[in-house]
């Protein structure tokens, strides 16, 4: 993409610190520095790291609501429809439409719509499943998994700069930084410029 | 004493005085039977921020939670407010020949409520009935003294052995304690409020009201720690956006869990459909009772449940104040519910008085509670997590989440 520049090798710089509150005191600075394309790698869901990164609000919350309030109301209109249109039976007397019965099912299809929605939208907007990362070639990167926190800075953003960006890391408490290199299709495409 | 509880306090006064003074007059213009159906009302609204003081107390020393640290002195405090309760409950058993048509079942011509107390008679009559008044008495006040004693205790705590010692002790005795008082308060939701229509019953009876309960206390404490924050510096200092947003978490949780109950309640009566337990519907299906439920619901449950989706406005004390505020009010009607249809078969009617009196029993409460608030530091500076709360507060004060500016 970026022909002239090389900065193109380079994915992401990856700054890996040892606790979860060092990486929050981290990622506010990070955040405070203006850089936009950023994540953060932690072994457990760390509280506030969201706003702390300064990351933009989730809208799954959003469609979850609007996909349980459809499910809500076609569990409900599907019963009625059923009971009082489709195929009314008498059932120890009491009137077709019997609203009090409809609420469980009502609430199982509010819940089930919900639930789809997210699983599903949440893989969606992650781009999951994805076998390859560009990440998964930086070195040290398993240890996000087990005991280390880690924030990563996109090559992608208007601030980053390989060497700036790598020491303003260093000067956030890291314990070490690493970059991520592009993966082949990346690497050849930076060749490329380079050739030229 | 501090500013804020001293301003509640004068109002919570004025309105204590002004409400039962209200009450004490309409006994005379609206005779007895009006007056001690509005008290039993008034009484049981009142009674469940003790009972919802006391659960939470235990739950909080139970479960090692950081978050209902800032609550425990008010919980506390309400829990010292027993003995007022056992002095509102004597006008309630001045009316018993009104409010309980158990105590003299052949004078209502009724001969299925006779054929019924047969039965029942075994474990409501009069006798028993003070009886286990007393045993539930002696229960709540002996826990709240207990835990209150070794708080204070631990508050004089010379070392941290000795404060984790102590709150070994709490923690033991909420553990039985939790049983022990939800029991109590499940016979005494039987005894004082189910036993209205004594050929009905129901099992989850005690576990609803305990959800009211627990909703308008969390609603009434939501308020009080907002107030108290803006006006003390360090209690201010460890209340921050996550606390609130923790209050109303579960002040959220226990309304949808008492909608619950009670929509669980309505499906298995209706769809069995029985002679013995229908009864509490079919009174219930005329104005303006019809009209209270469907209120109740879109008032009481929908809309604060749609507001309390939203995340912002539980972190914003200020927003969860006003849906507190909301909630202390609806709280009142669902008491409406369940107690003035089977009080008031024929006509069906709200009376002044139904409002007069809750509103002067609460006030009145709310004196007796802030005093004895008032009374210890607002704080459980010696409890074995307090240090944790402070530090994750101050660790976030650089960040967006840092406490909230009180104004």
Redesign the interface.
Same mark, same amino acid.
């Given at each position: 993409m970026s022909h002239s520049s090389p900065q193109s090798n380079v994915y992401a710089l990856v700054a890996e610190y040892p606790t979860p +509150?060092a990486l929050?005191?981290a990622a +506010?600075k990070v955040r405070d520095a203006g850089y936009k394309r950023v994540d953060a790698l932690t072994p457990f869901p760390v509280h506030?790291i969201v +706003?702390?990164l300064g990351l933009p609000k989730s809208r799954m919350a959003a469609l979850v609501?609007c996909a349980a309030l459809f499910g809500a109301i076609g569990g409900f209109y599907l019963q009625v429809w059923l009971t009082t249109q489709q195929y009314p039976l008498t059932i120890?007397g009491?009137p077709y439409f019997s609203w $009090?019965?409809y609420? $469980?099912v009502t609430f199982e299809c509010m819940v089930l719509a919900a639930g789809l929605t997210a699983f599903f939208g949440m893989l969606i907007r992650n781009r999951l499943p994805r076998p390859y990362h560009p990440l998964f070639a930086t070195r040290g990167i398993e240890a996000s998994t087990t005991g280390k926190f880690m924030i990563v800075v996109e090559s992608t953003d208007p601030k980053f700069d390989e060497k700036g960006t790598e020491s303003f890391l260093r000067s956030t408490g890291a314990e070490s930084v690493n970059a991520a290199p592009f993966d082949d299709f990346g690497r050849d495409q930076a060749a490329d410029g380079a050739a030229k | 004493m501090n500013e804020a509880i001293k301003k509640m306090r004068s109002k919570a006064l004025a309105f204590g005085v002004l409400g039962t003074g209200a009450t004490i007059a309409g006994y005379f213009i609206a005779g007895q039977q009006q007056f001690f159906q509005s008290w039993l009302i008034g009484f049981l609204y009142v009674f469940a921020f003790a009972c919802g003081g006391m659960g939470f107390l235990m739950i909080h020393h139970l479960a090692p939670g950081k978050w209902s640290l800032v609550l425990q002195r008010l919980h506390e405090a309400a829990t010292r407010t027993f003995p007022l309760i056992l002095i509102l409950f004597i006008p309630v058993i001045m009316g018993m020949n009104d409010l309980y048509p158990w105590i003299n079942p052949s004078a209502h011509n009724d001969h299925v409520l006779e054929e019924v107390m047969h039965h029942k008679g075994m474990y409501l009559n009069v006798h028993d009935f003070f009886l286990r008044a007393a045993i539930y008495f002696v229960i709540w006040m002996a826990f709240a003294a207990l835990l209150s004693r070794w708080s204070r205790q631990q508050d004089a705590s010379r070392d941290t052995a000795e404060a984790e010692k102590l709150a070994l002790k709490m923690r033991m005795l909420s553990g039985i304690g939790l049983v022990i008082f939800g029991l109590a308060v499940t016979f005494a939701s039987f005894d004082w409020a189910m036993s209205v229509e004594p050929k009905w019953y129901s099992t989850v009876y005690g576990a609803m009201l305990m959800m009211a309960q627990g909703v308008a206390t969390l609603s009434l404490f939501a308020i009080i720690a907002f107030k108290l924050a803006s006006s003390d510096k360090q209690y201010g200092s460890v209340i921050g956006a996550q606390q609130y947003h923790d209050i109303g978490n579960m002040m959220f949780a226990f309304l949808v869990l008492f909608t619950y109950l009670g929509t669980g309640e309505l499906i298995i009566l209706w769809s069995g459909n029985l002679p013995e337990e229908i009864e509490h519907y079919i009174i219930r299906m005329k104005d303006p009772w019809t009209q209270l439920i469907v209120g109740l619901t879109l008032l009481h449950f929908t809309l604060p449940f749609l507001i309390m989706l939203w995340k912002s406005n539980k972190r914003n004390p200020r927003r969860l104040s006003w849906i507190a505020a909301w909630l202390l009010v609806t709280s009142l009607f669902v008491y409406f519910w369940y107690l003035l249809p089977p009080l008031r078969p024929e006509p069906p009617y709200f009376h002044w008085m139904d409002f007069t009196a809750p509103i002067g029993l609460f006030g009145l409460w709310l004196f007796v509670f802030l005093g004895s608030l008032s009374k210890r530091p607002l704080l459980p500076q010696k409890d074995p997590r307090f240090p944790a709360v402070v530090a994750q507060l101050a660790g976030k004060s650089s960040g967006s989440e840092a406490v909230v500016s009180h104004g």
């Amino acid at each position: 993409m970026s022909h002239s520049s090389p900065q193109s090798n380079v994915y992401a710089l990856v700054a890996e610190y040892p606790t979860p +509150e060092a990486l929050l005191t981290a990622a +506010e600075k990070v955040r405070d520095a203006g850089y936009k394309r950023v994540d953060a790698l932690t072994p457990f869901p760390v509280h506030g790291i969201v +706003e702390a990164l300064g990351l933009p609000k989730s809208r799954m919350a959003a469609l979850v609501f609007c996909a349980a309030l459809f499910g809500a109301i076609g569990g409900f209109y599907l019963q009625v429809w059923l009971t009082t249109q489709q195929y009314p039976l008498t059932i120890s007397g009491r009137p077709y439409f019997s609203w $009090p019965n409809y609420i $469980p099912v009502t609430f199982e299809c509010m819940v089930l719509a919900a639930g789809l929605t997210a699983f599903f939208g949440m893989l969606i907007r992650n781009r999951l499943p994805r076998p390859y990362h560009p990440l998964f070639a930086t070195r040290g990167i398993e240890a996000s998994t087990t005991g280390k926190f880690m924030i990563v800075v996109e090559s992608t953003d208007p601030k980053f700069d390989e060497k700036g960006t790598e020491s303003f890391l260093r000067s956030t408490g890291a314990e070490s930084v690493n970059a991520a290199p592009f993966d082949d299709f990346g690497r050849d495409q930076a060749a490329d410029g380079a050739a030229k | 004493m501090n500013e804020a509880i001293k301003k509640m306090r004068s109002k919570a006064l004025a309105f204590g005085v002004l409400g039962t003074g209200a009450t004490i007059a309409g006994y005379f213009i609206a005779g007895q039977q009006q007056f001690f159906q509005s008290w039993l009302i008034g009484f049981l609204y009142v009674f469940a921020f003790a009972c919802g003081g006391m659960g939470f107390l235990m739950i909080h020393h139970l479960a090692p939670g950081k978050w209902s640290l800032v609550l425990q002195r008010l919980h506390e405090a309400a829990t010292r407010t027993f003995p007022l309760i056992l002095i509102l409950f004597i006008p309630v058993i001045m009316g018993m020949n009104d409010l309980y048509p158990w105590i003299n079942p052949s004078a209502h011509n009724d001969h299925v409520l006779e054929e019924v107390m047969h039965h029942k008679g075994m474990y409501l009559n009069v006798h028993d009935f003070f009886l286990r008044a007393a045993i539930y008495f002696v229960i709540w006040m002996a826990f709240a003294a207990l835990l209150s004693r070794w708080s204070r205790q631990q508050d004089a705590s010379r070392d941290t052995a000795e404060a984790e010692k102590l709150a070994l002790k709490m923690r033991m005795l909420s553990g039985i304690g939790l049983v022990i008082f939800g029991l109590a308060v499940t016979f005494a939701s039987f005894d004082w409020a189910m036993s209205v229509e004594p050929k009905w019953y129901s099992t989850v009876y005690g576990a609803m009201l305990m959800m009211a309960q627990g909703v308008a206390t969390l609603s009434l404490f939501a308020i009080i720690a907002f107030k108290l924050a803006s006006s003390d510096k360090q209690y201010g200092s460890v209340i921050g956006a996550q606390q609130y947003h923790d209050i109303g978490n579960m002040m959220f949780a226990f309304l949808v869990l008492f909608t619950y109950l009670g929509t669980g309640e309505l499906i298995i009566l209706w769809s069995g459909n029985l002679p013995e337990e229908i009864e509490h519907y079919i009174i219930r299906m005329k104005d303006p009772w019809t009209q209270l439920i469907v209120g109740l619901t879109l008032l009481h449950f929908t809309l604060p449940f749609l507001i309390m989706l939203w995340k912002s406005n539980k972190r914003n004390p200020r927003r969860l104040s006003w849906i507190a505020a909301w909630l202390l009010v609806t709280s009142l009607f669902v008491y409406f519910w369940y107690l003035l249809p089977p009080l008031r078969p024929e006509p069906p009617y709200f009376h002044w008085m139904d409002f007069t009196a809750p509103i002067g029993l609460f006030g009145l409460w709310l004196f007796v509670f802030l005093g004895s608030l008032s009374k210890r530091p607002l704080l459980p500076q010696k409890d074995p997590r307090f240090p944790a709360v402070v530090a994750q507060l101050a660790g976030k004060s650089s960040g967006s989440e840092a406490v909230v500016s009180h104004g």
